[in-house]
């Protein structure tokens, strides 16, 4: 498959885009996994190419049928080429991997996703990542970026909010943060995310960019959502992961002490047993 076909890449964007919409386990915003196989859970990426090798490599899709595996936060690299970020080259070969495993891949929706989609200004290094990104696609693309540009937003507007598992562990980006906690509607899992829910101020909006959570917003949340632990993204994990409050955990898979964290989806976890599975990726070798 020749990612740099733009027209190769559109489709498989869009085709990508209805297979998120289109998976039988998904309600809404919501993937509900059974009481049975295995999950890997990643941190953000951030374009890391090594360590997205790594993880296909944990997760061995083609050898393991009951196996999961969830990836959010591909976009928006430290690395740029003459101020071009090329990051929607591994979003491509991850859409590529939902066409090939459409049931056992999941995307979640994440706040760089989205400021893409909104063409919102994150600044890093005195730059716009969302411009760099759309310079990216110019670059590889040319004359066709538009197309690509638009099936590219299409893919991030199929993307689930939630990954919910039958043990009680809820996987996200993130949840919405603690002051937005009386006026957060729940009820956005149980729903494809509209405009008005991507939008800032919109439910999808607040809760891929919530931070600093307290116990109260995993209680809140868990009794809405049937859920008891929560494994998230989003905030910093200079050691590949941070515990919050008793139930959440926070991941991280964008850097050199990055992690992923397997998990069997038959048994019952504490928050110790998931610290206590978590595998850094330093040690994976591709």
């Known amino acids: 498959m020749n990612l740099q076909d733009p ?35 990643s941190g953000d990426l951030h374009d890391h190419f090594f360590n997205f090798m790594k993880l296909l490599k ?23 080429v003459n101020g071009a970020d090329l990051s929607v080259r591994l979003l491509a070969r991850a859409a590529a991997l939902k066409l090939q495993y459409p049931g056992r891949v999941h995307f979640l929706m994440a706040n760089h996703d989205l400021a893409q989609l909104g063409g919102e200004g994150i600044a890093k290094n005195g730059k716009s990542v969302t411009q760099a990104f759309d310079d990216g696609i110019d670059y590889i693309y040319g004359d066709s970026a538009p197309t690509v540009r638009d099936a590219v937003h299409a893919f991030i507007r199929s993307e689930p909010l939630a990954v919910r598992c039958a043990n009680g562990i809820l996987c996200s980006h993130s949840l919405p943060a ?23 101020g919109g439910a999808a909006f607040e809760m891929v960019w919530g931070r600093r959570h307290t116990q109260e917003v995993a209680d809140k949340l868990g009794a809405a959502w049937g859920t008891r632990l929560f494994v998230v993204g989003h905030q910093p994990a200079d050691m590949g ?46």
């Not at 297979?19 to 049975?36: I, K």
């Not at 049928?65 to 591909?74: G, M, N, Q, V």
């Not at 941070?242 to 998990?263: F, R, Y």
């Open 58 to 80: 944990l997760a061995a899709l083609h050898r393991a049928p009951d196996r999961h595996l969830i990836l959010h936060e591909l976009i928006h690299g430290p690395s740029t």
């Open 241 to 286: 992961f941070e515990e919050e409050g008793e139930t959440m955990l926070i991941l991280a898979s964008n850097h050199e002490h990055g992690v992923a964290l397997p998990i069997d989806l038959s048994r019952d976890y504490d928050r110790a047993a998931l610290v206590k599975a978590i595998v850094p990726l330093a040690g994976v070798t591709v």
């Open 7 to 41: 027209a190769v890449a559109a489709d498989l964007f869009r085709r990508a885009a209805d297979a998120n919409l289109s998976d039988p386990q998904r309600s809404g915003a919501c993937v509900d996994l059974p009481r049975a196989g295995h999950l890997l859970m």
């Open 178 to 200: 603690p002051r937005l906690l009386p006026a957060f509607d729940a009820g956005v899992l149980g729903r494809v995310p509209t405009d008005t829910d991507i939008k800032m």
